[in-house]
């Protein structure tokens, strides 16, 4: 994790008078631990959820019974439920999430190990980050505690709805096809595209560029701009 991430975490969410709830499942309560190593966390953190089994999962979180029996547990609808189920049962403002098959065993099809869902509700909406990890259950564990923090730090500096300049096509069934983008002063060539879904924020798209960076694009139709989702040089776009 980058030196004093937890801090500035701490910091911003003093300045904003917010408070903050976590749900957790396979990192089994790692990012409540970081939060509150920081001293005087107890201002901005109300505390957590640890709801490993699915069954937690709808009785402490109100995740739905439908979503899980649908999605599973490892899904980005059920990471998303799990952050608003922790927000609404803290009283909070930020709800974050984390769900995943840490490993070595619990592989399923279409789920392999290292497979995490990290997942976000704010004020400013809901967001799902998908990672594929390529350690052990300690690394796996770990690397998604520290994705959900930087995460969180990177929505209290407004980072999450970033708008950028996306050069893109539509093709005949009006799906968009971004073919290059500006972000940080630099142009990007998206290479190939992979997972894309929708939801009340927009469509999504996971680019790879000409350089081997993995982003998330969002276009939200009603206001006709582009955002950036993440950013991240070790992720899969499948």
Known sequence: MDPGLDYQIGELLRRRSWKLATAESCTGGLVSHLITNVPGSSDYFLGGITAYANEAKERLLGVSRATLETYGAVSRETAL??????????????????????????????????????????PAGQWAWQYLWPGDRIENKTLSAQAALQHLLDYLMEKTME??????RWDPEGRAEPSRFTWNGQEWRVDSTGRRWKDDQGEHILCMTAQGQVFELVYHPLQEIWTLGFHNESRSVA
């Open 81 to 122: 439920e799990m952050a608003a189920g922790a927000r609404a049962a803290f009283g909070a403002e930020i709800g974050i999430s984390t769900s995943g098959i840490a490993g070595p065993g619990g592989e399923m099809p279409g789920k392999p190990v290292g497979l995490v869902w990290v997942g976000m509700s704010a």
């Open 163 to 168: 708008t950028i300049q996306v050069q893109a």
